[in-house]
C-alpha cells in the first residue's frame, strides 16, 4: 500500500489520487479518530478491576473516593462496558477502515465530509455520555427496555452509529468509484476485506437503529405509552451479535494482510482471505436468536435454525485460524525455523506489535471454543447469565480485537506522525501482562461462572454471602482479584508508552514507517478475467450484501412477525 499496488500505478487517470495536502489530512483524522478511541478505552479500562475485585470478593465501590463518584456498582459497570465495548471499538474501527482503503486504492476522498462525519461521532459521544455520567442511564450496554434511561442516552447512541453508517457509505462510494474507474480490475485485498466489513455492519446495524429510533426514542420521551421488552430485545440482538464481528474483522485485516509481514512472511492465499470475509458478510446477522434461547415466545424451530446458522459463521473464523497459523509458519520456517512446533521461537517475539497480534490469537482459540459452548442450546442453560459469558467476552473482545488495535498502534502512530515508538521494551511487557492479565479474568470467570455464579451482580455485596461461601470459589476468586491487577499493571505500561509516544517530537518522514502490508503466497491477480474462480465469485460484495439481506429477512421475519401481532405496551423501569 505505501509502495505503489499494481492496481494503482496503471490506473486510468479518471479518479483522482491522493494528494499530499488530503494525505495530511487524512492522517490526522485517522489520529483523532485513534486517540479518541484509546481515551474512552483508558477511562474504561480503569473501571476494570473494580469488577474484577468484585468477583473477587472484595467490594470496592463501598469506599468513600468511588461512593463520591459514582452512583452504584451498575454505574461503574455501565461506563466500563460502554466505553470500551461500544465507544472503542467504533471510534478505533471508523478510522481504521477508512485510512487503509483509501491508501489501498490511492483515491481522494472528501475530506470535509469525512471530518463532518468525525465530529458527528464525538457530538453522539458526547451527548450520550452526559446521562451516563450523571447516572440517568445506568442502563448497561445492552440497554434492556423496560429499563428506561435517558433519552439523551439513547439520542446520543443513535447518533454515534448513524455516524458509523456515514463512514460506511464513504468507503462504498469510494470503492464504487474506483470500480467504475478500472472495469474487469480486481479489487485489491485490503479494500475487499474493509468494504466486506462495513457492508455487513450496513445490514447489521438495521436492528439496532430501528429498536432505538422507533421503540427506544419515542418511549423514554414518553410519546409511547410502553415498549416491548421481546420486541426490542430481538432487534438489539439482531445487531448485537454481528457487532461482534464488527469489532473483529478489522482485527482479522491486521492478521491477514499486516501481521504476515511484520513476522517476516506471506499471506496465505488471497482467494480464501476472500471467502472468509464473504462468508462473514452474508452469515454473521442471520444468528442473533443465539442470544435468547432463554426468552420465552419464540419458537424452539427458529432458535435452532440460528444455532445452526451461528456453527456455519464460526467457519470462516476456522479458516482464519488455518491462513494465520500457515502465514506465521510461512514467516518463521524462512527465518530458520524447525520442527512440528519448534519454529514458533523463530517468529520476531521481540517486536511488540507482532506479540501482541500472536497473543491475541493465542486467547481467540479459547475465546473461540467457548463461544461455540454459549451457542449449543444444550450447553446455554448452563452458562447463560453467568459468570462464564463476561469470561468469554474478554478474550473476545478484550483480547482478539482489543490487543490487536494496541500492537497496530505501535506502528500506526509512528507511521501516522512521524514519532517514534517510545520504549519499545515496554510497550512488548504491556501487551505481555494485558495477555496474562485476560487469561486469569478468563479462567476465574469462566470457572465461577460454571458453579452458577451469575454476571452483572455485585457479588462482593450479596445478602447472601452464605450461598457463595458455600461454593467454595476460593481459587477462582482470589485468580478474577489478581487478574484485575495485572490487567491495572498492563494498562499503565501500554499508556506510558501510548502518550509518551504522542507527546515526542516528530523525528522522521511519517512514510518511512510503511503500512506493513503482505504479499500473498497465493495472490489473486489483477484482472477478474485471469482470476480464479473463487476469486470472481466473492468479487460481487452488492450481491452478497443482498444475499445476506434476503437470509436475514428469512430467519427473523417469522421471528418478528408474531411479535408485531401482539405488541405489547410495558412501562418504563428505572431500578438504580
Ligand atoms: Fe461471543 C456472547 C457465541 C465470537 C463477543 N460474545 C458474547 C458477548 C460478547 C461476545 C460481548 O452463541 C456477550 C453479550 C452479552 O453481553 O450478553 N461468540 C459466539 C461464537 C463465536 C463468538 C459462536 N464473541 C465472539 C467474538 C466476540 C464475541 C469474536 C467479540 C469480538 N457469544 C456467543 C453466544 C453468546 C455470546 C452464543 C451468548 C451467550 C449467552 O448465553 O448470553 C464465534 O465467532 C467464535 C469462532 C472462533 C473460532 C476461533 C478461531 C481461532 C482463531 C485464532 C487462531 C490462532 C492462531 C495462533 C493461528 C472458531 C482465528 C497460532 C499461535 C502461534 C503461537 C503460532
Ligand atoms: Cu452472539
Given at each position: 500500500?505505501?509502495?505503489?499496488?499494481?492496481s494503482?500505478?496503471s490506473?486510468?487517470?479518471?479518479?483522482?489520487?491522493?494528494?499530499?495536502?488530503?494525505?495530511?489530512?487524512?492522517?490526522?483524522?485517522?489520529?483523532?479518530?485513534?486517540?479518541?478511541?484509546?481515551?474512552?478505552?483508558?477511562?474504561?479500562?480503569?473501571?476494570?478491576?473494580?469488577?474484577?475485585?468484585?468477583?473477587?470478593?472484595?467490594?470496592?465501590?463501598?469506599?468513600?473516593?468511588?461512593k463520591?463518584?459514582?452512583?452504584?456498582?451498575?454505574q461503574?459497570?455501565?461506563?466500563?462496558?460502554?466505553?470500551?465495548?461500544?465507544?472503542?471499538?467504533?471510534f478505533?474501527?471508523?478510522?481504521?477502515?477508512?485510512?487503509?482503503?483509501?491508501?489501498?486504492?490511492?483515491?481522494?476522498?472528501?475530506?470535509?465530509?469525512?471530518w463532518?462525519?468525525?465530529?458527528?461521532?464525538?457530538?453522539?459521544?458526547?451527548?450520550?455520555?452526559?446521562?451516563?455520567?450523571?447516572?440517568?442511564a445506568?442502563?448497561?450496554?445492552?440497554?434492556?427496555?423496560?429499563?428506561?434511561?435517558?433519552?439523551?442516552?439513547?439520542?446520543?447512541?443513535?447518533?454515534?452509529?448513524?455516524a458509523?453508517?456515514?463512514?460506511?457509505?464513504?468507503?462504498?462510494?469510494?470503492?464504487?468509484?474506483?470500480?467504475?474507474?478500472h472495469?474487469?480490475?480486481v479489487?485489491?485485498?485490503?479494500?475487499?476485506m474493509?468494504?466486506?466489513?462495513?457492508?455487513?455492519?450496513?445490514?447489521?446495524?438495521?436492528?439496532?437503529?430501528?429498536?432505538?429510533?422507533?421503540l427506544?426514542?419515542?418511549w423514554s420521551?414518553?410519546?409511547?405509552?410502553?415498549?416491548?421488552?421481546?420486541?426490542?430485545?430481538?432487534?438489539?440482538?439482531?445487531?448485537?451479535?454481528?457487532?461482534?464481528?464488527?469489532?473483529?474483522?478489522?482485527?482479522?485485516?491486521?492478521?491477514?494482510?499486516?501481521?504476515?509481514?511484520?513476522?517476516?512472511?506471506?499471506?496465505?492465499?488471497?482467494?480464501?482471505?476472500?471467502l472468509?470475509?464473504?462468508?462473514?458478510?452474508?452469515?454473521?446477522?442471520?444468528?442473533?436468536?443465539?442470544?435468547?434461547?432463554?426468552d420465552?415466545?419464540?419458537?424452539?424451530?427458529?432458535?435452532?435454525?440460528?444455532?445452526?446458522?451461528?456453527?456455519?459463521?464460526a467457519?470462516?473464523?476456522?479458516l482464519?485460524?488455518?491462513?494465520?497459523?500457515?502465514?506465521l509458519?510461512?514467516?518463521?520456517?524462512?527465518?530458520?525455523?524447525?520442527?512440528?512446533?519448534?519454529?514458533?521461537?523463530?517468529?520476531?517475539?521481540?517486536?511488540?506489535?507482532?506479540?501482541?497480534?500472536?497473543?491475541?490469537?493465542?486467547?481467540?482459540?479459547?475465546?473461540?471454543?467457548?463461544?461455540?459452548v454459549?451457542?449449543?442450546?444444550?450447553?446455554?442453560?448452563?452458562?447463560?447469565?453467568?459468570?462464564?459469558?463476561?469470561?468469554?467476552?474478554?478474550i473476545?473482545?478484550?483480547?482478539?480485537?482489543?490487543?490487536?488495535?494496541?500492537?497496530?498502534m505501535?506502528?500506526?502512530?509512528?507511521?501516522?506522525?512521524?514519532?517514534?515508538?517510545?520504549?519499545?521494551?515496554?510497550?512488548?511487557?504491556?501487551?505481555?501482562?494485558?495477555?496474562?492479565?485476560?487469561?486469569?479474568?478468563?479462567?476465574?470467570?469462566?470457572?465461577?461462572?460454571?458453579?452458577?455464579?451469575?454476571?452483572?451482580?455485585?457479588?462482593?455485596?450479596?445478602?447472601?454471602?452464605?450461598?457463595?461461601d458455600?461454593?467454595?470459589?476460593?481459587?477462582?476468586?482470589?485468580?478474577?482479584?489478581?487478574?484485575?491487577?495485572?490487567?491495572?499493571?498492563?494498562?499503565?505500561?501500554?499508556?506510558?508508552?501510548?502518550?509518551?509516544?504522542?507527546?515526542?517530537?516528530?523525528?522522521?518522514?511519517?512514510?518511512?514507517?510503511?503500512?506493513?502490508?503482505?504479499e500473498?503466497?497465493?495472490?489473486?491477480?489483477?484482472?477478474?478475467?485471469?482470476?480464479?474462480?473463487?476469486?470472481?465469485?466473492t468479487?460481487?460484495?452488492?450481491a452478497?450484501?443482498?444475499?445476506?439481506?434476503?437470509?436475514v429477512?428469512?430467519?427473523y421475519?417469522?421471528?418478528?412477525?408474531p411479535m408485531?401481532?401482539?405488541?405489547?405496551?410495558i412501562?418504563?423501569?428505572?431500578?438504580?
Amino acid at each position: 500500500m505505501t509502495t505503489a499496488l499494481p492496481s494503482q500505478s496503471s490506473s486510468r487517470a479518471a479518479l483522482p489520487g491522493l494528494d499530499a495536502a488530503t494525505l495530511t489530512s487524512l492522517k490526522k483524522l485517522t489520529q483523532a479518530y485513534a486517540v479518541t478511541a484509546f481515551l474512552a478505552l483508558m477511562i474504561g479500562v480503569l473501571l476494570g478491576p473494580l469488577q474484577a475485585l468484585n468477583y473477587g470478593g472484595i467490594n470496592v465501590y463501598d469506599s468513600p473516593l468511588l461512593k463520591a463518584l459514582l452512583g452504584s456498582y451498575y454505574q461503574g459497570l455501565t461506563l466500563h462496558g460502554v466505553l470500551n465495548a461500544l465507544v472503542f471499538t467504533q471510534f478505533f474501527i471508523s478510522g481504521w477502515m477508512l485510512y487503509l482503503p483509501v491508501r489501498d486504492l490511492n483515491v481522494r476522498p472528501n475530506m470535509r465530509f469525512a471530518w463532518f462525519t468525525y465530529l458527528t461521532m464525538t457530538a453522539g459521544l458526547l451527548t450520550a455520555a452526559v446521562p451516563l455520567l450523571t447516572n440517568d442511564a445506568t442502563v448497561l450496554y445492552t440497554f434492556y427496555p423496560p429499563l428506561e434511561g435517558s433519552p439523551v442516552f439513547y439520542i446520543g447512541a443513535a447518533v454515534m452509529v448513524a455516524a458509523s453508517l456515514l463512514v460506511a457509505g464513504q468507503v462504498v462510494w469510494l470503492w464504487l468509484a474506483w470500480k467504475r474507474a478500472h472495469p474487469g480490475r480486481v479489487t485489491p485485498v485490503v479494500t475487499y476485506m474493509s468494504v466486506a466489513t462495513w457492508l455487513m455492519w450496513v445490514v447489521a446495524a438495521l436492528g439496532l437503529v430501528v429498536e432505538v429510533v422507533v421503540l427506544l426514542i419515542p418511549w423514554s420521551l414518553g410519546l409511547t405509552r410502553g415498549v416491548d421488552p421481546l420486541l426490542a430485545r430481538t432487534l438489539f440482538w439482531w445487531t448485537g451479535h454481528p457487532i461482534v464481528y464488527f469489532w473483529l474483522l478489522p482485527a482479522y485485516i491486521s492478521w491477514y494482510a499486516f501481521l504476515p509481514r511484520q513476522a517476516g512472511g506471506r499471506m496465505a492465499s488471497e482467494g480464501l482471505t476472500r471467502l472468509a470475509f464473504a462468508m462473514f458478510l452474508v452469515f454473521s446477522v442471520p444468528v442473533g436468536l443465539h442470544h435468547q434461547y432463554a426468552d420465552p415466545n419464540v419458537q424452539n424451530t427458529w432458535k435452532v435454525i440460528h444455532m445452526f446458522l451461528t456453527f456455519l459463521v464460526a467457519v470462516p473464523s476456522l479458516l482464519t485460524a488455518f491462513s494465520a497459523a500457515a502465514s506465521l509458519e510461512d514467516a518463521a520456517r524462512a527465518h530458520g525455523g524447525r520442527g512440528l512446533i519448534g519454529w514458533v521461537r523463530r517468529l520476531p517475539w521481540g517486536n511488540a506489535s507482532m506479540t501482541a497480534q500472536v497473543l491475541a490469537m493465542v486467547s481467540f482459540i479459547f475465546g473461540g471454543a467457548g463461544g461455540i459452548v454459549n451457542a449449543s442450546i444444550a450447553f446455554s442453560p448452563v452458562v447463560h447469565n453467568t459468570a462464564w459469558i463476561p469470561g468469554h467476552f474478554h478474550i473476545t473482545v478484550g483480547t482478539a480485537t482489543t490487543l490487536t488495535f494496541m500492537g497496530v498502534m505501535f506502528w500506526l502512530v509512528p507511521h501516522l506522525t512521524g514519532k517514534r515508538l517510545a520504549s519499545p521494551r515496554v510497550a512488548l511487557a504491556s501487551v505481555w501482562w494485558w495477555f496474562t492479565g485476560m487469561m486469569l479474568l478468563a479462567l476465574g470467570m469462566h470457572w465461577q461462572g460454571l458453579a452458577g455464579v451469575p454476571r452483572r451482580a455485585l457479588v462482593s455485596a450479596s445478602a447472601q454471602q452464605g450461598v457463595y461461601d458455600a461454593m467454595h470459589l476460593g481459587l477462582p476468586k482470589a485468580i478474577t482479584a489478581a487478574s484485575g491487577i495485572v490487567l491495572f499493571v498492563a494498562a499503565i505500561l501500554f499508556y506510558a508508552v501510548l502518550w509518551r509516544t504522542l507527546l515526542s517530537r516528530r523525528v522522521d518522514d511519517p512514510e518511512r514507517t510503511p503500512i506493513p502490508t503482505s504479499e500473498a503466497i497465493s495472490a489473486a491477480g489483477e484482472t477478474l478475467a485471469d482470476a480464479s474462480p473463487l476469486v470472481r465469485r466473492t468479487e460481487p460484495l452488492l450481491a452478497l450484501t443482498f444475499a445476506a439481506l434476503v437470509l436475514v429477512i428469512l430467519v427473523y421475519g417469522p421471528v418478528i412477525a408474531p411479535m408485531l401481532a401482539n405488541y405489547q405496551f410495558i412501562p418504563g423501569q428505572r431500578l438504580w
